[in-house]
């Protein structure tokens, strides 16, 4: 449920050939509410082909807070994660983090005082 305490975040990433998802989408993406205080992972989505993936990912990202780097989730996919998108879920991650900086700094940077 979205509310003023959250964000969603969004994290894109190259699929690699010859997997399912890829006949349906070009890009892997990871989709996250994001606590705005805590960094926590409240909900989180991909795009793998099966409800299966999505929601293994899901079980995955939930509750790690991303407030100080996404090390912890990268390594969780590449100890748990076995597919052909291990690396894909990984740079998308990465991106997810990235525009997490970014929504952070807009935030701070449009507070007033």
């Known amino acids: 449920m979205a509310n003023v305490h959250t964000c969603f975040i969004a994290g894109h990433a190259r699929l690699p050939q010859g997997m399912a998802a890829q006949s349906i989408f070009n890009s892997l993406t990871i989709t996250a509410e994001v606590d705005r205080k805590?960094?926590?992972?409240?909900e989180a989505s991909c795009t793998l082909a099966t409800d299966h993936g999505?929601?293994?990912?899901?079980?995955?990202?939930?509750?790690?807070?991303?407030?100080?780097?996404?090390?912890d989730a990268e390594k969780l996919?590449?100890?748990?994660?076995?597919g052909k998108a291990a690396n894909a879920l990984v740079a998308a991650l990465k991106d997810l983090y990235r525009q997490y900086e970014i929504a952070k700094e807009d935030e701070q940077s449009n507070k007033t005082i």
């Open 54 to 71: 999505r929601q293994y990912i899901h079980e995955i990202l939930k509750g790690i807070s991303i407030k100080d780097g996404v090390e």
């Open 38 to 42: 805590y960094g926590v992972i409240i």
């Open 77 to 82: 996919i590449e100890t748990h994660y076995k």
